[in-house]
């Protein structure tokens, strides 16, 4: 059996109580010979990081082709697999608990697998959330909720064997609204979290995302990110207050963080704002 060597930082962020993320993602590196993935009751997706040439059976067929760097795969639901990999290869897998695909039931049961895909947007979905873990989850948990059900509702519009009959077309009532910002105000300087605003605003989560949007013209993340980046400037009137200070009270995982974001929305470093206000 080949060696399997995990590579680090598959962690979900730390908290002040214990949370659990839709999804778990590790990378791995795979040596030459027979790799074996275990079963798992949960949907799984592995992306391949470099290419590498493999055989496997699908479907009793005996396969023999070329894994290339981007390609994507849906795993089988309960079912372990068994591949022959010719050369050294590293991927990164993907679990999806139940949940992420809101409250449909056993809707993860209906996602059709399927062993090699050369889907771009898949890909790309898939990306994001390994670029979040290896920044060790810096835009916090209310991204990676709001990417992981992104990933599960785009699963389900492409390749479940049941079509999806909801529809919400409308935006949140206006006291479920004030609800939700409340929330995130009163909160702001905590990991927030998807399925706490939805229970503030009495919607199941995808619902929220959909909805809030209509509302608001923003996703809940983005309209987070706005709403620190002008607590933040408002603390930065005080000049007694250093930047690192301002961040973590204004919920941004450090001082990098606080200035990424605030460039990006404000059009200036936090520097430079500070600058001007003099």
Not at 95 to 122: C, K, M, T, V, Y
Not at 146 to 158: C, D, I, P
Not at 249 to 266: C, I, M, W, Y
């Amino acid at each position: 059996m080949t060696e399997v060597h995990p590579i680090e930082h598959n962690r979900v962020p730390s908290s002040s109580k214990v949370v659990r993320s839709f999804v778990q993602i590790a990378e791995i590196e795979v040596s030459p010979g027979v790799w074996e993935i275990p079963a798992s009751s949960e949907v799984s997706l592995g992306l391949s990081l470099s290419d590498t040439s493999a055989t496997w059976f699908e479907s009793a067929t005996l396969r023999n082709g070329t894994v290339a760097a981007g390609n994507t795969s849906i795993c089988r639901v309960e079912e372990s697999r068994k591949f022959e990999i010719k050369s050294d290869a590293k991927f990164a897998l993907f679990f999806l608990r139940p949940e992420a695909f809101a409250q449909d039931e056993g809707a993860s049961r209906n996602i059709q697998p399927h062993d090699l895909l050369e889907d771009g947007s898949l890909r790309a979905l898939l990306g994001v959330l390994l670029t979040e873990q290896r920044s060790h989850f810096e835009s916090g948990l209310l991204f990676l909720d709001s990417m992981t059900k992104t990933l599960a509702e785009y699963l389900r519009s492409r390749y479940s064997t049941m079509l999806s009959t909801r529809s919400h077309k409308g935006g949140l009532g206006r006291s479920a609204l004030r609800r939700c910002i409340d929330y995130i105000d009163a909160h702001i300087h905590h990991d927030l979290r998807l399925e706490d605003l939805a229970r503030e605003s009495g919607v199941s989560t995808s619902h929220l995302i959909r909805s809030f949007r209509t509302s608001t013209g923003k996703t809940p993340y983005q309209f987070v990110l706005e709403r620190r980046v002008e607590q933040a400037k408002g603390m930065m009137h005080d000049s007694r207050l250093g930047l690192t200070e301002i961040a973590l009270a204004t919920g941004f995982a450090n001082q990098h963080h606080l200035s990424r974001v605030f460039r990006k929305t404000a059009g200036l470093t936090p520097s430079q704002f500070r600058l001007a206000l003099r």
